[in-house]
């Protein structure tokens, strides 16, 4: 069975006070890694999608990068308007399986 | 704008009633999704399907139905068999050309039991 484990749970950093997020998975033939951003209340937002060991992906004050058992979103500099919950995902088939999310706030 | 819509953004459902949520998307994708979330817990995957007229079971199904005559539209029916509806359900949807494909997702609809 696919799982999917984020650390930590939650997350309170200062403006300016970059860190990072762990999404940890075991399936079986990755088809593709997944992190997005949610609002409270609202839908997932898509940030990126992660295909192989090695790749990376920027944007803006975010960067993701994947190994064969774990995905890292790095988050530089982060402002207060950062502060949502991160959801990653894996996906295998059709299917995507959903960690928990880490939820970040960014205090000015 | 393309993009999926839900609808209502809240819906209220007393004891053995079904309900129907809507979701509509204009993105000409084939693959469309529903999910639930609870407090806490990774978004689970109820019903899916992947071209119109067909669909598949998820990891909890029980308790709901969906169906898919338009490609644009995958109503979601909650039942009342499904014994604890309350959550925030979730809609997206997807190309299906090639191997990796992007889910995006709507704005939800919260359902609360009374």
């Known amino acids: 069975e696919d799982q999917v484990t984020q650390s930590p749970e939650a997350l309170r950093l200062q403006e300016g006070e970059s860190s990072s997020l762990n999404c940890s998975y075991t399936?079986?033939?990755?088809?593709?890694l997944f992190w997005y951003r949610q609002d409270p209340g609202k839908g997932p937002e898509f940030l990126f999608t992660l295909y192989s060991a090695g790749e990376e992906k920027e944007k803006e004050r975010l960067k993701a990068t994947l190994t064969k058992k774990e995905s890292f979103l790095h988050i530089t500099a982060p402002k207060p308007e950062d502060s949502a919950t991160y959801l990653c995902?894996?996906?295998?088939?059709?299917?995507?399986?959903f960690g928990a999310g880490t939820t970040v706030t960014v205090r000015a | 704008d393309g993009g999926i819509t839900q609808s209502p953004k809240y819906l209220f459902r007393k004891e053995g009633q079904n309900v129907t949520l809507s979701c509509e998307q204009n993105l000409n994708h084939d693959a469309m999704y529903w999910y639930r979330q609870d407090p806490g817990q990774g978004l689970r995957l109820i019903y899916y399907s992947q071209i119109v007229n067909d669909f598949q079971k998820g990891d909890i199904a029980e308790g709901y139905s969906v169906s898919r005559e338009k490609k644009e539209s995958f109503p979601l029916t909650v039942t009342s068999a499904q014994k604890n509806p309350t959550a925030f359900y979730l809609c997206?949807?997807?190309?299906?050309?090639?191997?990796?494909?992007?889910?995006?997702f709507g704005p939800g609809t919260r359902l609360t039991v009374l």
């Open positions: 995902a894996v996906q295998a088939g059709y299917k995507l399986s």
């Open positions: 997206a949807s997807s190309g299906t050309g090639g191997s990796y494909n992007e889910q995006f």
């Open positions: 399936v079986s033939g990755l088809r593709g």
